[in-house]
């Protein structure tokens, strides 16, 4: 099972992200612990024994704390699988003080759209930071927002950048007009139809095939965690479900009571 350490809001986001996941959750507004006392607490749930991976996300999931993400990569358990997933985090800051700690990075994830306000050539910054994280061994995975901005020549250009690792083409969710009107899976379509005659079908939540030798994941519902992770808050509490204002064990207590 994964856990999704979600991390203490540090600054107010700058992308505004028209589908942005973080806006269709409650907001957490619980206590938050000291970055030591909050790794503590997730290393006593990891030995729990139940996680094999530990999902770094955030309470406002673009724009990390990373004085968190350094402690969490500098004391997390060796045998656990860290995956990293940031829209705006600043690598170049870790690359320059910690190049050997980043090294404990097993999975890091790129989010791209192409409909939001990113800084100038923000892309062109993921891509750089993916290929320095390839050459030191980390596995990347870029994960492109199914929107009507998405081109299937930028998949393809992608499949072909050997420093990338993995490619999940990722259906927005949620209730906003906006997302209504935009999300598309047009890209999927068009991918898959240039290499089979079979119908596409979006009932599954993934749909897998190769593209010029590039395994390519489409993802019609990344909120369907389906009893696959757990959520640890910045209390260090975990939680069942994002929506949730009481932790697990204490949720489960008051069910035997009642």
Not at 67 to 85: F, G, M, N, Q, S
Not at 129 to 156: C, D
Request: glycine share 4%; aromatic share 12%; net charge negative.
């Amino acid at each position: 099972m994964n856990l999704q350490i979600s991390l203490p809001r540090r600054t107010p986001c700058v992308f505004k992200c028209p589908y942005c996941v973080v806006e269709e959750h409650d907001k957490y507004t619980g206590a938050a612990l000291a970055p030591v006392e909050f790794v503590k607490a997730m290393n006593d749930h990891i030995y729990s024994g139940q996680y094999d991976r530990i999902i770094i996300s955030g309470e406002n999931e673009p724009m990390q704390n990373k004085d968190y993400l350094i402690c969490i990569l500098a004391d997390a358990p060796k045998d656990i699988i860290i995956e990293v997933t940031a829209r705006g985090f600043d690598f170049d800051f870790l690359i320059k003080n910690y190049p050997q700690l980043i090294k404990r990075i097993n999975v890091i994830n790129f989010s791209v759209c192409n409909d939001d306000k990113n800084p100038t050539h923000w892309y062109d910054k993921q891509l750089r930071w993916a290929e320095h994280f390839h050459s030191v061994g980390v596995i990347t995975r870029f994960t492109y927002m199914m929107t009507k901005k998405l081109s299937p020549n930028q998949i393809k250009e992608a499949c072909h950048l050997s420093f990338i690792d993995q490619i999940t083409l990722k259906e927005i969710q949620g209730t906003k007009p906006w997302i209504k009107e935009n999300k598309s899976n047009f890209v999927a379509k068009v991918l898959w139809n240039e290499i089979t005659d079979k119908p596409y079908k979006d009932v599954d939540r993934f749909i897998i095939f190769r593209v010029h030798g590039q395994t390519i994941w489409v993802d019609h519902n990344c909120q369907d965690g389906s009893g696959n992770y757990l959520i640890l808050r910045p209390d260090g509490e975990v939680y069942e479900h994002w929506e949730d204002t009481i932790p697990l064990l204490q949720k489960k207590a008051s069910e035997r009571n009642e």
